[in-house]
């Protein structure tokens, strides 16, 4: 047990240090671009590779993979593993191949007949030069995947960084050579794919370590077929959801010039906490559900699905109180420099809370569809992303009339209900014993205290500013450094004093790690 939580830790410290260099990315990008078409249009752009990652790389074709692999890793050992692992890389790398130059072949045409007017064409354009690094990281992605199953978590988890270096390195060329909005734009693209090959050389690296070595693997296998057997279902259900965020960018993007940027700052910071924590539990504990199934341990796997869900709402729903009421602080600080100014920060603090609001569903519906998968049950997945994609089309087009950027991302935190609702209810059906209801008294204690520390942190904005004489980044300075672990050390008070479940045993991590040290 204690290995688990020290390999969630690995996980999260070393995702932190990657979010964080994200974050200055952003402030960089914001900073040199503000909420400008360039932006945007950039934003949108690289939608679509990062599109096709999560469907070839850490969605439907991952989420395929794992259990397969474990399966050879417990029966036929490591050299037969790797075996099959080549085969499936060959595959893909196949794949990719062929969706970049058809995409490629796609985007010229549009462009080149004039069927992409304005803005639509310059979002074309960027993406042409973008499109490449879906080869590497999405062979990134499957080869990562194989080191967590292989209980090998930090190099995955720092990859992201290498990307993230490069766009900063990229940004901090454009400031040396005080280049224009337009070639800041391509040097970024220039920094990603950089980055895309760096993030595939680390894993591929760690993972030789680990005894594989890559060759041209032609032979099929039933192992094989499993994969395929759960891939295209489970493919069907990724392309849905990313059509969702995809068509909410294009719904933002034709709405006005600085939707898609403002919309993609209010999601990116929802996803700082969602991708410390959340994706760290869910990587760490898929490969255990996937385990539990393949030795036909019902109780074990309720077991680890309650306590995985169990610390995901314990970090998300206080993580998403903090953003909605110190988003104002937290934009104003990281974010008003340069070419992005007081009104765009305005502009983003109410998306900021509601995405915020949203966090804890996004969460609990990661969380619920590796279990899904895990079981090897792609279709359900699939079903719900399709009623999800119906959801958010329908509120978005109808809310963005009333609301602006307000109703899309308003119409997205509702569709991540329907979905975490479906996807947890259609888990708890096989396995009756995960039901919400034998949650209820560890979420309640968990709504208790973020409530309390929601509460605190909000009378902190309207009384700090009357006993400290400060203003403008200085404020917000204070009321960040003040608020977080002020309300942090709070929440986790709170929680103690109601004896949650999780929190003495990641103590027992932490006191343990430190007489290691």
């Not at 310059?122 to 590497?136: E, M």
């Amino acid at each position: 047990m204690l290995k688990n939580y020290r390999n969630i830790a690995v996980v999260s410290l070393s995702t932190v240090g990657s979010r964080l260099l994200g974050l200055v990315r952003d402030i960089m990008i914001f900073a040199a671009l503000g909420a400008s078409l360039w932006n945007s249009a950039f934003i949108l752009a690289f939608t679509l590779p990062n599109l096709f990652r999560r469907l070839l790389g850490e969605g439907a074709l991952t989420s395929a993979v794992v259990p397969v692999f474990s399966d050879v890793v417990e029966r036929r050992g490591p050299a037969a593993a790797f075996e099959f692992f080549n085969q499936i890389l060959l595959r893909v790398a196949v794949l990719l191949f062929g969706t970049v130059v058809a995409s490629f072949a796609l985007l010229a045409c549009l462009n080149i007949f004039g069927f992409l007017p304005g803005r639509w064409s310059l979002g074309a354009d960027l993406s042409v030069w973008l499109l490449p690094y879906t080869i590497f990281i999405c062979l990134a992605a499957i080869i990562s995947a194989g080191l967590n199953v292989l209980g090998r978590f930090a190099v995955p988890a720092c990859t992201p960084a290498l990307l993230n270096l490069a766009m900063i390195a990229a940004l901090a060329a454009g400031w040396f050579l005080e280049a224009s909005q337009a070639r800041i734009v391509y040097l970024l693209c220039g920094g990603v794919l950089v980055g895309g090959v760096l993030q595939l050389a680390l894993p591929a690296w760690d993972l030789f370590r680990q005894g594989w070595r890559p060759k041209l693997s032609i032979e099929a296998s039933d192992d094989l077929e499993s994969v395929w057997d759960l891939f295209l279902p489970g493919l069907m259900g990724a392309a849905i959801l990313q059509i969702n965020i995809l068509v909410s960018r294009l719904l933002a993007y034709g709405l006005e010039e600085s939707a898609v940027s403002v919309l993609y700052l209010a999601s990116r910071l929802m996803e700082l906490p969602l991708g410390v924590f959340t994706i760290a539990i869910v990587t760490v504990f898929f490969p255990l559900l996937a385990k539990a199934v393949s030795n036909k341990d019902k109780a074990d796997f309720a077991a680890s699905f309650s306590r995985g869900m169990r610390m995901v709402l314990a970090l998300s729903l206080p993580a998403g109180v903090g953003l909605a009421v110190l988003g104002g602080p937290i934009l104003g600080l990281l974010f008003q420099w340069g070419a992005f100014e007081a009104a765009d920060v305005d502009a983003t603090i109410t998306l900021l809370a509601i995405y915020g609001f949203g966090l804890p569903f996004y969460s609990a519906a990661t969380f619920a569809t590796r279990g899904l998968h895990a079981r090897k049950d792609m279709f359900t997945p699939m079903r719900v992303a399709a009623v999800c994609l119906i959801t958010n089309v329908l509120f978005g087009i109808t809310l963005m009339q009333f609301m602006g950027a307000t109703g899309l991302a308003l119409a997205n935190v509702l569709a991540a209900i329907v979905q975490s609702a479906m996807l947890w209810n259609a888990l708890a059906s096989s396995v009756p014993s995960i039901r919400l209801k034998s949650l209820g008294q560890s979420i309640l204690k968990i709504l208790i205290a973020a409530l309390g520390m929601g509460i605190f942190c909000w009378f902190g904005i309207w009384l700090i500013p009357e006993f400290v004489p400060l203003s403008g980044k200085a404020l917000d300075l204070s009321l960040v450094l003040l608020g977080v672990p002020l309300g942090a050390g709070l929440y986790f008070g709170l929680l103690g004093l109601m004896r949650f479940e999780e929190l003495g045993e990641l103590k027992s991590v932490f006191k343990r790690k430190s007489s290691e040290l």
